[in-house]
């Protein structure tokens, strides 16, 4: 089947994981642990409790994330990854490594960049 490039759907996949946070929070929760929103904070000390917020809030929307509220006081909620959400594992993977590789190749295009341009010299 061929795949026609306007009707791509990578754009809507990559929409809901761009971003620095949201992939980082995926990887957390697919991790297979349930979190509380401050074992989040701990687990990301630089993002601020609006981001945070903003993005628990997006992947829930889009049940990826689920969220769970316990009524006590002080409230107690709990963030867990969904069984849909649980199907990014794979791409989640994927462009980890995909990501990873990238680093080397550009490492290694810079390092022989920078002994052209040696040699030119």
């Known amino acids: 089947m061929k795949k026609n490039p306007e009707q791509c759907q990578v754009v809507v ?5 761009v971003g620095k946070w949201k992939p980082i929070i995926i990887q957390h929760l697919l991790s297979g642990d349930i979190l509380r929103f401050n074992e989040l904070r701990r687990l990301m000390p630089d ?7 903003l ?6 929307e889009q049940d990826i994330v689920q969220r769970v ?3 006590q006081i002080p409230p107690k909620v709990e963030y867990s990854i969904t069984e849909y ?9 994927a462009m980890h490594h995909w990501g990873a590789a990238h680093v080397e ?4 295009k810079n390092e022989q960049d920078a002994s052209l341009d040696g040699e030119a010299n």
Do not use: F, N
Request: charged share 25%; net charge neutral.
């Open 69 to 71: 509220v316990y009524p």
């Open 85 to 93: 959400g649980k199907s990014l594992g794979p791409v989640m993977d």
């Open 47 to 53: 993002i601020t409790q609006r981001m945070l917020t």
């Open 105 to 108: 190749h550009m490492k290694l």
């Open 55 to 60: 993005h628990l809030r997006e992947l829930e």
């Open 13 to 17: 996949a990559l929409d809901m994981i």
